[in-house]
């Protein structure tokens, strides 16, 4: 088991390095930064001064070295667009994304859960083909588009809720949250459903089948042979059952959540992480691409580490072999 | 698919059977026919998704505008409302956009791009996930961990995501590409997020196939490897590969979109369905929201239809179902 645990660590780190020399790879040949900054006209001397400033004149492996070790540190230099610490200006973004992943997992869980196991105890009725053939819309409708057409109901049509920004922000140390006002809170409705459609689906639809195939185990019969009431065989056996491949799925979606966000943010200028990604692309602005890169990647890889090994836990059949990752 | 394998293995042991009927008389007596006769929502999906098509590849013809001639655009005529409501002209049943371009043209040309970027990059990512599918299946050992690593990397991150990180570095890298350029980093990032599922379908299907008698007689009258691997074991395990593709093109078309619409995917000079809704988006809060609806709507009945014909051919071809 710990075997298996290091492997997988050994793994994630390659994985990082890999993400990481080949976003610094590439970052290397991209565009000319320096154009971008001082524009047509600038003369060489200002030129040859602003590449040395950003460092831009090094050799590449020096330039790869130096990138891995401030890298480690949440050191990425200066924003070559913005000209302020990337470090700053994803820590200042951070809470933002964070809180609209967070609400709408939350979201899609509450809402996901119940429709599923409704719609898997009264399969067949009119409610639950309903519920089906919304959720394959859900998978068919792209969330951008969703999101325009909630602005162009709620915000446009009937005005009651906002469109763009975050509202009001209480700041709490370095961390700023929107659940502490009321504006906050209308501002964090729309975008939060707007990224919550689709993992609502899919929870809605993963409830439904792993239902189904629970309620036609062996162990159900015998709890219905045994008497027990409807309510105690579907939410004590049945439900609790379920939970498990559900909830690994939801962690894995939590960094689907997270990129995903670059749409949904785009679409309600909601001042998060992605915003930032989709203007430095524009601006070919490399220091903050390759700091989001990395640390969406980091993400990642430790969800899908930490999900690894609460597979360990969860499943003792897993624990018999060494084999655990084998499937 | 189960029929047509049977008859492969007859065939490959040298038994003397009368001469098959033809494949389209089979196909139209065969089984998945009959259950596309007898599912209503297949047959709606399919007449959806052949209307769009047909006016996407026939633009030229169908569309009343040609809304890329400069010559016939009025600027007078911008921004119009559909025909039905007040201030429309019959001129423009769907309304028109910024420049004046005639919205249900547009679309039609619009369709047209997003279809092509969309099955371009199914094609690509199916002969790519396929082959090493196939070869990592086939071969195992070394080459067959390796590649399933890689694959391992590449689920870890969601497709879309892949897709928009390699099209941005694709922008980044040539800011002014030509045309044909950005239709090329397009249609490769799309694809390169969407191989892994088909080479980890057909991989498992092919450790199945490997072990199976026809291959083995095969291996003994010596045919040669890659031989079997291309004329025996590929027709039997394309049936899982159809459904995958049918579904990717959906999500190919969709993700063509949204890159388009975050200003990142086609060229803005031939805009696709995404393109035209990131144009619309800008005119939402004057009230004109029939530049944004049309090719919304056109998008997410593709995107449907699409859909719906990947459920129902998935049920079709399980045995299990039937």
């Known amino acids: ?327 | 698919m189960s029929s047509s394998s049977s008859d492969g293995a007859t065939t490959g042991s040298a038994v003397v059977i009368p001469k098959a009927p033809g494949r389209l008389a089979r196909f139209f007596d065969g089984d998945v026919w009959h259950s596309f006769c007898n599912s209503p929502m297949a047959i709606l999906a399919a007449v959806i998704a052949f209307i769009c098509v047909f006016c996407a590849l026939f633009a030229n013809w169908v569309a009343p505008h040609n809304p890329f001639d400069l010559a016939s655009l009025e600027l007078i005529d911008a921004r119009l409302p559909p025909a039905w409501i007040e201030g429309g002209k019959s001129k423009y049943l769907l309304g028109t956009d910024d420049q004046g371009r005639d919205l249900l043209s547009a679309l039609m040309y619009g369709a047209r791009i997003s279809l092509f970027v969309g099955l371009a990059s199914v094609f690509v990512s199916l002969v790519v996930g396929v082959s090493l599918g196939l070869l990592s299946g086939f071969a195992g050992g070394k080459v067959d961990a390796f590649i399933m690593r890689v694959c391992d990397v590449m689920l870890s991150f969601p497709s879309l995501l892949v897709a928009l990180l390699i099209d941005g570095l694709g922008k980044a890298m040539f800011p002014n590409a030509p045309d044909a350029l950005a239709y090329a980093v397009l249609i490769v990032a799309i694809s390169l997020s969407g191989w892994v599922q088909y080479a980890r379908t057909v991989r498992g299907s092919t450790l199945v196939e490997r072990n199976k008698e026809y291959v083995q007689a095969a291996r003994v009258i010596g045919v040669k490897p890659s031989r079997i691997m291309v004329r025996h074991v590929l027709p039997n395990v394309l049936g899982p590969v159809l459904v995958l593709a049918t579904i990717q093109v959906a999500f190919a078309i969709i993700a063509e979109a949204t890159l388009s619409f975050l200003g990142l995917g086609v060229p803005p000079t031939s805009p696709s369905l995404g393109t035209l809704i990131r144009v619309g988006n800008d005119f939402l809060f004057s009230g004109e929201w029939w530049i944004t609806i049309w090719p919304g709507a056109m998008l997410v009945l593709i995107a449907l239809s699409v859909n719906l014909l990947g459920d129902w051919l998935r049920d079709a071809l399980n045995p299990r179902l039937r």
Do not use: C
């Open chain 1, 1 to 327: 088991m710990l075997a298996f645990i290091l492997r997988r660590m050994g793994q994630a780190i390659l994985v990082m390095l890999t993400v990481a020399f080949v976003a610094f790879m590439i970052f290397q040949y991209v565009g000319d930064p320096v154009t971008n900054l001082l524009g047509q006209d600038a003369t060489p001397e200002q030129r040859i001064q602003l590449r040395k400033d950003l460092g831009l004149d090094e050799p590449f492996p020096v330039q790869f070295a130096r990138f891995i070790g401030n890298a480690v540190q949440g050191e990425f230099g200066l924003s070559l667009r913005q000209g302020r610490k990337v470090s700053t200006l994803i820590a200042e973004r951070l809470p933002a994304t964070m809180e609209l992943a967070m609400t709408a997992g939350v979201l899609a869980l509450i809402v996901g859960i119940p429709l599923g196991v409704y719609a898997a105890l009264k399969r067949g009725s009119f409610l639950s083909q309903a519920l089906m053939t919304f959720s394959l819309l859900g998978v068919s409708l792209p969330s951008f588009l969703f999101g325009i057409l909630l602005i162009l109901i709620f915000a446009v049509t009937f005005k009651i809720l906002p469109s763009f920004g975050r509202g009001d922000v209480v700041a709490i140390g370095s961390w700023t949250t929107g659940y502490l006002t009321v504006d906050g809170w209308k501002h964090l409705v729309l975008p939060a459903i707007t990224l919550s459609l689709a993992n609502m689906a899919l929870v809605l639809r993963l409830v439904r089948s792993e239902m189904l195939e629970v309620l036609r185990t062996d162990y159900i019969k015998f709890a219905r042979a045994r008497g027990l009431n409807n309510r105690a065989v579907h939410f004590g056996h049945a439900l609790k059952n379920t939970l498990v491949p559900v909830l690994t799925i939801m962690g894995l979606q939590l960094g689907q959540l997270i990129a995903f966000a670059i749409i949904t943010e785009t679409v309600f200028q909601w001042p998060g992480m992605g915003l930032l990604f989709i203007q430095a692309v524009q601006f070919a602005d490399i220091p903050v691409m390759a700091a989001y890169l990395l640390l969406v990647s980091g993400i990642f890889v430790s969800i899908n580490l930490l999900v690894d090994m609460l597979y360990l836990v969860v499943d003792p059949r897993l624990h018999v072999d060494g084999k655990a990752g084998a499937h």
